[in-house]
């Protein structure tokens, strides 16, 4: 191999390593708005790198570029009882978070919460489910654990703008 060639070889390599610490080094913010509830959003990116982030008073310093939410999950106290609810998706406007250098990303999801009816037929059969979905449309689980239980019967009550309940029930199987 000629010394030119070498030094071509090496000169390429050392651009592409300043390449990727330069790109590693850079840092934006995410701040999480729940609505009140605390949140933990684990973010996967394109390096194959995780991040967990908090929600909080500030937004939390994460590597800029694209993350994927894989988990998300949402608690909140009230009466000494901790309630909590899950996401694994759809992520819906979640579905891909970019972060740019130097900027802040605000990301507003959980409650309030939209409670929408999903139905589907296999033969003579009708089954009626529920889907829970958060601010951005993001999708949760159709279970709430209080104090690390599983809360059986759900409850729900319907409320306008104002706060004044306009219906409340129960979920029934069978």
Not at 51 to 60: R, V
Request: charged share 20%; aromatic share 8%.
């Amino acid at each position: 191999m000629k010394k030119k060639d070498l030094l071509i070889s090496l000169a390429i390599i050392a651009c592409s390593g300043l390449s990727v610490l330069y790109y590693t080094q850079r840092q934006g913010y995410v701040g999480i708005d729940a609505g009140g509830a605390d949140a933990i959003l684990q973010l996967n990116s394109n390096w194959f790198s995780n991040t967990t982030i908090n929600s909080g008073a500030e937004p939390a310093a994460i590597s800029a570029r694209i993350h994927r939410p894989q988990f998300l999950s949402l608690s909140m106290k009230q009466d000494g009882h901790t309630w909590k609810i899950e996401s694994r998706g759809p992520w819906a406007d979640l579905s891909k978070i970019k972060v740019r250098n130097d900027e802040a990303t605000a990301l507003r999801l959980g409650p309030p919460f939209l409670i929408k009816p999903k139905i589907s037929k296999n033969g003579s059969l009708l089954y009626v489910d529920f889907a829970i979905i958060g601010q951005a449309g993001e999708q949760y689980e159709n279970f709430i654990t209080k104090n690390n239980q599983a809360v059986t019967g759900a409850k729900i009550k319907i409320v306008d703008e104002a706060g004044n309940a306009l219906e409340s029930g129960k979920f029934q199987y069978g």
